[in-house]
């Protein structure tokens, strides 16, 4: 996708970052990738929870950090890893996560750091920065942001 559209959105809520990733989720297209950073608690998992069920999916979204990726059905599939207890890239390529990237997909990725030279041009990396109790700052960017 474009960029365009997105720059840095403020939330006051859980329900308008939801808001904000069910609009993103419309703009996304196959093979797409979202890399996204922010501390524990910021609303990774929110996003994608929304993203989700935007896409029309009625699975149960979720990130135990035990299991580094689960697969959702949606309009497309969706790819939802949780990198926070990976401790190398290479366990990510050993494990041949890689593929996925290029599986007609869209591949979403909380806790990106440990592999992010591994990551696609066209990645679109969001970080969420908690602001306070209901805030939030969405920030798109083409780079990652440190
Ligand atoms: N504006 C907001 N956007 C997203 N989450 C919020 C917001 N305000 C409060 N929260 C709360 O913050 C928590 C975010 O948790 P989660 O999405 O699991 O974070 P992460 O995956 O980044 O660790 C949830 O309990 C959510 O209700
Ligand atoms: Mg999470």
């Known amino acids: 996708m474009k960029l365009n559209n997105f720059d840095s959105i403020l939330c006051s809520s859980p329900e308008e970052t939801a808001a904000a990733a069910a609009l993103f989720a419309t703009h996304l297209r196959s ?3 979202i890399a996204l950073t922010g501390d524990l608690g910021a ?3 929110t996003f994608v929870k929304a993203l989700a069920k935007a896409l029309g999916s009625l699975d149960l979204v979720q ?3 035990y299991v580094y990726l689960q697969m959702y059905e949606a309009s497309l599939p969706l790819f939802h890893f949780d990198l926070y207890r990976m401790n190398t890239a290479d366990d990510f390529l050993a494990m041949g996560f890689e593929e996925y990237f290029s599986a ?3 591949t979403l990725i909380e806790w990106p750091q440990i592999i992010s030279h591994l990551l696609p041009a066209h990645t679109i990396h969001l970080n969420i920065q908690t602001l306070s109790e209901q ?3 969405l920030n798109f960017t083409k780079r990652a942001s440190s």
Do not use: A, F, H, V
């Open 43 to 45: 609303g990774k998992t």
């Open 63 to 65: 990130s135990p950090t």
């Open 135 to 137: 805030e939030r700052s």
């Open 104 to 106: 007609g997909g869209i």
């Open 31 to 33: 093979n797409d990738l």
